[in-house]
């Protein structure tokens, strides 16, 4: 199943909705990610409020409201492991995946399928329970990601592009380029 969804290049709108215990309605997004194998991904928000993140596979850096944020990966093995599953998993690194997590795929290549991510180690755990990457064949539809608090995300992916058809203009842009 990783052999079918490595990739060089992926770019993709995402719609996402957060749901919080404390709050009667999600919240709701929507925006870009880019990914490129020796870059990384890089995810902008349009809406609610304009955001930017770019995850290299030693650094996140968060940009909003004209700040930037730089968070070393190496200083939280936790967050180093949750942050690079889907360049990892676009990647096809299934030796770097099982590290930090136990993997089970249900359904197969030729149709629907998930791919569920379980920590490994309970440090991890205490932050996410599971999660949860669907698809048909080789093509991401949608990650679900379940916080240990119950909280859940559910992002759903389309106008998905790969490899040659994402040009090199809009990795450019996407990973900050001028």
Known sequence: MLA????DRFACKFTEEKHVALLARPLKSTGTIYFE???GIARTTLT???AQVVLTRTTLRIRK???TEEIPLDKSK?????ALIFPTLLRGDRAELEKAFDLVLEGDANSAWALTFTPKAASLGKLVK???VRGSASQVASLRVLEASGDFTETQLTDIKKNGDVPDTEIATA????
Request: hydrophobic residues 45%.
């Open 4 to 7: 079918l969804l490595k990739l």
């Open 37 to 39: 194998r020796d870059k």
């Open 48 to 50: 609610p409020k304009l």
């Open 65 to 67: 409201d004209n700040k």
């Open 78 to 82: 936790d967050l180093k492991a949750f």
């Open 130 to 132: 599971t999660v949860v």
């Open 175 to 178: 990973f900050g380029a001028p």
